[in-house]
């Protein structure tokens, strides 16, 4: 299992960071990706070197889902990519995953995809919604939302229960609040 993980500038580090570290312990295959450059800022400051650059990826049928932080202007940044928004569209129409934080799940929204899906979003965010659920993660076919930087351990959790099985994701869950 491949998921990639894409960062633009101003991406929300705990929402970043902790999801990757989350699905890496759960033992699914994260690129982190950049979606204009390898060299990304958070919003806090924090320094990011991604593995590619979102356009020099050339087989994205090796990834099984993607995975959107948020963060301000992190997911404004998301928003303007078209490519980005095309790539969202295509893999949900695979049936592949597609998880989104905090403002990010914006992103799926203009992406056209979450019409007859539930979601999450930031307060204030999530009332873009089509479908707003006031819940810290919400899991709806092949998408995942998650609230927040404080829902960051249950929604990387959840992807991983998604991906890997709910023993896998158990036991992360285990070792984490050991």
Request: hydrophobic fraction near 45%; charged fraction near 30%.
């Amino acid at each position: 299992m491949k998921l990639m993980v894409v960062l633009a500038n101003g991406f929300e580090e705990l929402e970043a960071i902790g999801t990757i570290d989350i699905l890496r312990r759960g033992g699914i295959d994260v690129k982190v990706v950049g979606l204009t450059s390898k060299n990304v800022k958070g919003s806090r400051g924090v320094k990011i070197i991604a593995e590619k650059k979102l356009s020099e990826i050339k087989n994205f049928d090796v990834f099984q889902g993607i995975v959107l932080p948020g963060g301000n202007p992190g997911y404004k940044n998301l928003l303007k990519s078209k490519k980005l928004k095309d790539l969202i569209k295509r893999f949900f129409i695979q049936g592949k995953l597609i998880a989104a934080i905090c403002a990010a799940p914006l992103v799926l929204k203009e992406a056209g995809i979450l019409d007859d899906i539930k979601a999450t979003a930031y307060p204030g965010v999530d009332k873009k919604l089509p479908n707003p659920v006031p819940s810290k993660v919400v899991s709806d076919k092949n998408v995942i939302t998650g609230r927040g930087p404080g829902a960051v351990f249950d929604f990387a959790l959840e992807i991983v229960r998604k991906v890997q099985g709910k023993e896998v994701a158990d036991a992360v869950r285990g070792k984490l609040f050991a």
